[in-house]
C-alpha cells in the first residue's frame, strides 16, 4: 500500500483558544506589539520541533548555497511566523497597515477578460492570503480556495477563530463533485487557487512526477495540472513573498494556457507547463529564500517509477490504472469523460496552516 508523505501525517499545532487570544491582543495592542511576541513563538519552534528544523537546514543549505547557521533557521522560522501573524489583519480587512506591491497583475485582468476564469497555481511560498487579500480588495474580484476537506475544515476552524466574516469559499478535493464545482466557479470568471507543490502519496508514480529543484531531484503532483488542462482554462503561477517589515511582493507569471490544447497535445503541454512551474518555483525561492514553509524532507529519495523527466503520458497512463480503486472518491460528476476524471481521485492539493 502506497503511505503518505511526511508532510500529510504531521499533526497541525494550532489551538483555536491560542488564536483567539493572539487575535485579540493583535488588533488592540498594534501589529509591532503582536510582532514582538512572535519572536518568543519562534524561538520556541526552534528549540523544540528538531525534524522541522532539521528540514528547515537541510532546504536552507540548497537554496543559500552554504551550510545554514541557527540564525538562518530562526529566521526562516519568524518569516513563516510573520505571514500567519498578518492573517490576523488581512483577515480583518486591515489592508492600510501593509505595502502591498503586486508585479504581473495585468495579467490577472487580461486573462479575466476572456470570461472563462483562470486557475491560480502557487506553491507553499510566502502568503496566500495577501493575493486573496488582493481580490478582497476588489468586488470584481472571486477568488475560491481549492484543498482536500480536511485542511478545509481546519483553515477554515483557523480563520473563524481570527474573524468568521472572512471565511473562504473553499471548494473540497477528493470527493463526489469537487470538480462540477471547481468547473462552475470558473465558468463565473473566478480565479481559483491551489497550492500545487506537494505530493500526498510517497512512492506513487502515478500522480507525481520527480523535477530537478534547487540542484536535486524533488516529487511535485500531477493531479493540478491535469485538472486544468481538463478543463481547458488558462493558469497564472502567484506568489505573495513577504520581504520584511509591512511589504509583499505579489507576482503573477503566465503558467500555461489549456484553452485551445487539442487532445493528442495535451500530454506536451502538461509537461511543458510543469517544467515552468518547479523552474519559476527554483527562480522565487532564490530570490526570497526564507519564505519557502514547507518543514518535512521534501527531497524523500527512492520514489520507483517516478524518475526525472519520465513522460507525462506514462505517468498518465499508470495513473489511469492505479487510481481505479478511488473511483468512488472521483468528482464523477465533472463535466468530462470518466476516464479522464480517475487520475485526479487522489489530487494532491493541500495547504495547512502551520509548520
Not at 75 to 102: G, Q
Not at 113 to 121: C, D, E, I, P
Not at 283 to 308: L, T
Amino acid at each position: 500500500m502506497t503511505k503518505r508523505t511526511d508532510w500529510a501525517n504531521q499533526q497541525e499545532r494550532s489551538n483555536t483558544l491560542l488564536l483567539r487570544v493572539m487575535t485579540w491582543l493583535s488588533l488592540r495592542l498594534g501589529r509591532r506589539a503582536g510582532r514582538a511576541l512572535l519572536h518568543l513563538i519562534a524561538l520556541y519552534f526552534v528549540l523544540f520541533s528538531p525534524r522541522a528544523c532539521a528540514a528547515s537546514r537541510d532546504y536552507l543549505r540548497r537554496v543559500l548555497g552554504r551550510p545554514a547557521h541557527w540564525r538562518d533557521v530562526y529566521r526562516h522560522v519568524f518569516t513563516f511566523a510573520s505571514t500567519i501573524h498578518d492573517r490576523i489583519y488581512l483577515a480583518n480587512a486591515r489592508f492600510d497597515m501593509f505595502d502591498i506591491r503586486p508585479h504581473g497583475h495585468t495579467l490577472v485582468d487580461e486573462t479575466l477578460a476572456k470570461g472563462r476564469g483562470v486557475f491560480l497555481m502557487g506553491a507553499h511560498l510566502g502568503s496566500f492570503e495577501i493575493v486573496r487579500a488582493l481580490g478582497r480588495t476588489r468586488p470584481d474580484l472571486r477568488v475560491v480556495v481549492t484543498m482536500y476537506e480536511e485542511n478545509a475544515q481546519k483553515i477554515n476552524a483557523t480563520l473563524a477563530a481570527v474573524n468568521p466574516a472572512a471565511k473562504p469559499e473553499v471548494i473540497g478535493l477528493g470527493q463526489v463533485g469537487s470538480m462540477l464545482k471547481v468547473h462552475e466557479r470558473l465558468d463565473q470568471n473566478c480565479m481559483v487557487g491551489m497550492l500545487a507543490d506537494r505530493t500526498l502519496l510517497a512512492g506513487d508514480a502515478a500522480t507525481m512526477r520527480r523535477m530537478a529543484f534547487l540542484g536535486e531531484p524533488a516529487a511535485f503532483p500531477l493531479g493540478p495540472l491535469y485538472m486544468a488542462a481538463m478543463l481547458k482554462r488558462p493558469v497564472l503561477f502567484m506568489t505573495g513573498l513577504y520581504r520584511g517589515g509591512n511589504r509583499y511582493d505579489v507576482h503573477f507569471e503566465t503558467l500555461a494556457d489549456f484553452t485551445d490544447v487539442p487532445r493528442e497535445a495535451r500530454q506536451r503541454a502538461i509537461d511543458a507547463a510543469l517544467v515552468r512551474y518547479v523552474t519559476l518555483l527554483d527562480r522565487y525561492c532564490r530570490m526570497a529564500p526564507y519564505n519557502w514553509f514547507n518543514y518535512y524532507d521534501f527531497w524523500q529519495g527512492g520514489v520507483q517509477g517516478a524518475s526525472v523527466g519520465a513522460p507525462a503520458s506514462a505517468t498518465a497512463a499508470a495513473a489511469a490504472a492505479a487510481t481505479v480503486t478511488a473511483a468512488a472518491r472521483a468528482p464523477a460528476s465533472a463535466p468530462v469523460r470518466r476516464r479522464e476524471t480517475r487520475p485526479h481521485a487522489e489530487l494532491p492539493v493541500r495547504e495547512v496552516t502551520d509548520a
